[in-house]
Each structure stands twice: as structure tokens, then as C-alpha cells.
């Protein structure tokens, strides 16, 4: 009998808490403890001098035990930031989409994953501080590559937006808010030291069922990790 898939959303703020203490151990035992088959993770760097040149999205998978994909937005100090995804399913393929920002620039990671026997569709992402411009990705490219996907599909990470922003409304005409399913107490996702509004979500489309959902406490970024178990 199939069993329930966890996911968790992760913003790791490159390896630092909100006070710039690195927190890589507290990370690995935050997502350790959560016991995920699928992690996606925002601010991911890879060899830049700020987080002493780690691979992080490797070191995290090898510490986890897991399989990983790195999506860099951009390059910096000869080195790149990006989203990356962990997973004990079978990885599939791969392909980052760029996300063009003059501020920042963003992208979607998409993973094909075997799941249980079908191909799940991973979207991760972190979208940008400016409204219009988040507005736009959303509408110009992630909600065209995702409607594209004839199977099952996950829609994960720090959207810098709250429910009841136009970002949020639009994908929910599409899919389904994870947090719909809320089992835990906690409500927001950021700041993780005073949580005050949830800008980190999981959306899943209409061949997925949500069992639940919930947030956890953690000193170890400035968000707190998003979790949802579902079943194909």
C-alpha cells in the first residue's frame, strides 16, 4: 500500500540564523527530525566566501542521505545562489527556469520525480521583493510550466507574498493551498523569532491529496520550515 510522501519547504538563509550565527548543524538536525522524502530549499549557496566556500545543497544532501539538484538565479563572487531540492525518490530529470529581476535574479527548479510509480512534478522557488515583478513570474512562466505538467505537482517555497496578495490568488485558482490542511498551532512562517506572516507555502494540484500540514519552531534561519503529507 502506497505510503504518505513528506514534503518540507525550507528558506535556510545561506546557512545562517537571523542573528548571522552559521546554523548548518541546526539545519541538518531540523530537517533530520522532520524525516523528509522531499525538501525544497531557498538561499542556497554554493562556494561563496560568506558561507566558506560550502556546497551546501551537497553537504546538506550527504548529510541527510539524500539525492539533490542545484538551480542557481545567479552568480556571485565566483560562486552561485539558487534553489536546490533533496529527495529520497528517484530523480528523474531536471531544468531550471531563470526568473529575470534587475534587483535579483530568480528562477523555478523543476524535478521529475518517481513517485510510488508516477512522475511528480517539483516546483521550487523564491520569488523577489517587488509586487509587479513577483505578479509577473507567476503569470508569465511558473503557472505556465506547471499547467504544462499532465501529472501530479508540487508547488514549493518562499513566495514573499501573503495569502491575500494577488501572487497567492492567482496560483490558488489552479492549485491547492497545503495550509488549507493546518494541523499544528503555529500560523506564520517569518520572522522564525517572532513569526508574523506565512510567505512560505506548498501547493499541490488536483491528483494529489493533502493529509495534512503544519509548521515548526526553529532558531535555525529567519523562516521556519513548511511541512505537508500527501498522497498520490
Request: with cysteine; hydrophobic share 40%.
Amino acid at each position: 500500500m502506497p505510503q504518505p510522501i513528506r514534503i518540507v519547504s525550507y528558506n535556510i538563509r545561506h546557512g545562517t540564523d537571523y542573528r548571522d550565527y552559521p546554523s548548518m548543524d541546526r539545519i541538518v538536525a531540523v530537517l533530520s527530525d522532520l524525516d523528509a522524502d522531499v525538501i525544497a530549499l531557498q538561499e542556497v549557496d554554493m562556494n561563496l566566501p560568506r558561507s566558506g566556500r560550502q556546497k551546501q545543497a551537497a553537504e546538506l544532501a550527504r548529510r541527510l542521505n539524500m539525492g539533490y539538484v542545484f538551480g542557481a538565479a545567479l552568480r556571485l563572487e565566483r560562486g552561485y545562489y539558487g534553489n536546490a531540492m533533496l529527495s529520497r525518490l528517484p530523480i528523474l530529470a531536471y531544468n531550471t527556469i531563470p526568473l529575470p529581476d534587475p534587483e535579483e535574479n530568480r528562477c523555478l527548479l523543476q524535478v521529475n520525480l518517481n513517485a510510488n510509480g508516477y512522475t511528480l512534478g517539483f516546483f521550487a522557488t523564491h520569488l523577489g521583493l517587488n509586487h509587479h515583478r513577483r505578479v509577473q513570474h507567476i503569470e508569465q512562466s511558473i503557472l505556465p510550466a506547471i499547467l504544462d505538467f499532465s501529472g501530479p505537482v508540487i508547488l514549493a517555497g518562499d513566495f514573499n507574498a501573503t495569502n491575500d496578495q494577488k501572487e497567492i490568488l492567482l496560483i490558488t485558482q489552479h492549485l491547492t493551498d497545503c495550509f488549507d490542511f493546518n494541523s499544528g498551532v503555529i500560523l506564520s512562517t517569518f520572522p522564525s523569532y517572532h513569526p508574523a506572516k506565512r510567505i512560505d507555502y506548498i501547493f499541490v494540484n488536483s491528483l494529489i491529496q493533502v493529509q495534512q500540514s503544519y509548521i515548526i519552531p526553529s532558531d535555525a534561519s529567519d523562516h521556519l520550515p513548511v511541512t505537508a503529507e500527501i498522497m498520490l
